[in-house]
Structures are given as structure tokens and as C-alpha cells.
T-cell receptor, first 113, second 113 residues
Framework: DGGITQSPKYLFRKEGQNVTLSCEQNLNHDAMYWYRQDPGQGLRLIYYSQIVNDFQKGDIAEGYSVSREKKESFPLTVTSAQKNPTAFYLC????????????FGSGTRLTVV | QQQVKQSPQSLIVQKGGISIINCAYENTAFDYFPWYQQFPGKGPALLIAIRPDVSEKKEGRFTISFNKSAKQFSLHIMDSQPGDSATYFCAARNGGSQGNLIFGKGTKLSVKP
């Protein structure tokens, strides 16, 4: 079955640590996205990538980094510079921008302890 | 200009009733308007979508009404069921250079038996 796999489902981070969230898709989609979800805030775009080896900052990129070395993979690193990292993180992909219609993963809940 | 305003924030409906969620936008460059449904702990899933050349789209119990002149669109859920209880997000895509989806802040729907 095609889809997006995010791992881990739950992640705990100590203050000052970097953590990496995994996102893998087997949909052969070109574009991939990372969103952050906080209660009452909707979905806010962190980074997006339209092709391999290229990515763009979204609205709240500070304290985050990404890479896109393979079409299937778009990992997100939450760095120690992100002051309030506790949130639900969602990865999505789409065939391309024109066709729209994102497919989302099941999310990773990150908690700072 | 890039915002999508969604209301209400929460909604309680009796089983069998009609649920109505409204969204408004300002940017006339938006060219694709999807609705997503999200259950707790899961990623959003595409429910139904419309393009601005159509005033209404129906899929089963779900209908999008689109008013281009008023820059508003709404989701109607007919014969609402307890299984429809979820958070609903409207979104809009800027057909211009970026083409990313911009999401409303969500509506938490509870359908009472």
C-alpha cells in the first residue's frame, strides 16, 4: 500500500538536544512538506521541498532543518535553537503543486522533558 | 492576504443534524480549496475539494459551497453522525509561485447521539 510513514510516533527530547523526525513516502510524489500543529493554531508550514536536493523555508523555519537527498525521504531535525518544540509534527506529500491534494502521515508527537 | 479564516472554532450538533463550517479568504490568486478531516492522534485526510469555477460540489453527505464574489466557502455535513466527530480544516492554495496550501485553524466537531 502506498503512503507516508512517519517515525517515531512519540519522541521525547531533553533540553539542548537535537532530534530528527523521519518521513518516508512510497507514492512517487515530487513535493514534500513539514507542518507543525499546536492546539488552536491549525497547521503551520515549517519547510517544503519540490524536488530532490532543493527545499524552501516555510512560515516558521527558525530552529528547524531539513534535507532531501532522496525523493522518498524528507527528515526534519528539531534543533536546540527551537525554543518551544513540543508539538505534533506532520509530514505530507503531493504529486506536484499544480495538482494539489496533500497526503499526510500519521504524525510524530514531540515532547520536551 | 495569505490567511484563511475558519469558523466556528468548535461545533456541537445532534445526530442527524446539519453541520456547517465556514471559511473566508482574501487572496484572489487562490485556485484550489480542499477540506481535511482529522481524528485525534492521526494525520489529516483529504475529504473533498473544489476549484473556483464551480459553485458547489457534493460527495455523499459532504458538500462544499463556494461563493467566489464573497471569497467564502463552506462545508456542509448532512445527516451528521457520531463518527463524523473530528477536527475539520479548510485550506486554500495560492496558484502563484509557491503553490503551498494555507490552512484555517480548524473546527472541532462533536456529533451527539
Amino acid at each position: 500500500d502506498g503512503g507516508i510513514t512517519q517515525s517515531p510516533k512519540y519522541l521525547f527530547r531533553k533540553e539542548g538536544q537535537n532530534v530528527t523526525l523521519s518521513c518516508e513516502q512510497n507514492l512517487n510524489h515530487d513535493a514534500m512538506y513539514w507542518y507543525r500543529q499546536d492546539p488552536g493554531q491549525g497547521l503551520r508550514l515549517i519547510y517544503y521541498s519540490q524536488i530532490v536536493n532543493d527545499f524552501q523555508k516555510g512560515d516558521i523555519a527558525e530552529g528547524y532543518s531539513v534535507s532531501r537527498e532522496k525523493k522518498e525521504s524528507f527528515p526534519l531535525t528539531v534543533t536546540s535553537a527551537q525554543k518551544n518544540p513540543t508539538a505534533f509534527y506532520l509530514c505530507a506529500s503531493s504529486m506536484d503543486r499544480v495538482l494539489g491534494g496533500y497526503t499526510f502521515g500519521s504524525g510524530t508527537r514531540l515532547t520536551v522533558v | 492576504q495569505q490567511q484563511v479564516k475558519q469558523s466556528p472554532q468548535s461545533l456541537i450538533v445532534q445526530k442527524g443534524g446539519i453541520s456547517i463550517i465556514n471559511c473566508a479568504y482574501e487572496n484572489t490568486a487562490f485556485d484550489y480549496f480542499p477540506w481535511y478531516q482529522q481524528f485525534p492522534g492521526k494525520g489529516p485526510a483529504l475529504l473533498i475539494a473544489i476549484r473556483p469555477d464551480v459553485s458547489e460540489k457534493k460527495e455523499g453527505r459532504f458538500t462544499i459551497s463556494f461563493n467566489k464574489s464573497a471569497k467564502q466557502f463552506s462545508l456542509h455535513i448532512m445527516d451528521s453522525q457520531p463518527g463524523d466527530s473530528a477536527t475539520y480544516f479548510c485550506a486554500a492554495r495560492n496558484g502563484g509561485s509557491q503553490g503551498n496550501l494555507i490552512f484555517g485553524k480548524g473546527t472541532k466537531l462533536s456529533v451527539k447521539p
